[in-house]
């Protein structure tokens, strides 16, 4: 089956700076690489999402890239808020499968 | 739409004893899914339903878990006797696209 790897675990940067948090995945079959934010004590909520034929993909501050080759792709956020402050998963899935496997999270947290 | 809905949102119960989780998807969403959350081991995907059939259940940790869709409506965890290391966040997600829609999550504590 898929697996997830997402690093860093933890990320801390200034508010105004950016922050990168990258994801790498085993499955050459998988094709949908979403991303969910979850707020401390609520609930995973989707906020950007890629499919494989696409490279990138921008909404407003938010970005996620792909490389199909090197199977990983990162979500990027610029000019941080503190309210950007959660924890960050990303996922894979294949076509058809319906079967979303995340990675571990990143916690990010930014600095006022 | 209210989304997804999950009872109750705490549970506390001692060792051994039998848990129920249960699971409101969003109508008509045809899939329904279970994760467990925990801060060794993140988002686990333990069972997932199509149209009420189990689909893939490799994620269940073992025989105490056992999940049912009895109907679109309703879904259910069970975890038989409960374990001290069962404790975690329970998570139940529906979607008729590729979107996840979660619910709030079932706090279990197995004392």
Known sequence: GENVEQHPSTLSVQEGDSAVIKCTYSDSASNYFPW???????????????????GEKKDQRIAVT????AKHFSLHITETQPEDSAVYFCAAEMYNNNDMRFGAGTRLTVKP | DAGVIQSPRHEVTEMGQEVTLRCKPISGHDYLFWYRQTMM???????????????????????RFSAK??????????????????????FCASSKGRQLFFGSGTQLSVL
């Open chain 2, 41 to 63: 081991r993140g988002l686990e995907l333990l069972i997932y339903f199509n149209n009420n059939v189990p689909i893939d259940d490799s994620g269940m940790p073992e025989d």
């Open chain 1, 66 to 69: 792909l490389n199909k080759t």
């Open chain 2, 69 to 90: 869709m009895p109907n679109a409506s309703f879904s259910t965890l069970k975890i038989q006797p409960s374990e001290p290391r069962d404790s975690a966040v329970y």
């Open chain 1, 36 to 54: 969910y934010k979850q707020e401390l004590g609520k609930r995973p909520q989707l906020i950007i999402d890629i499919r494989s034929n696409v």
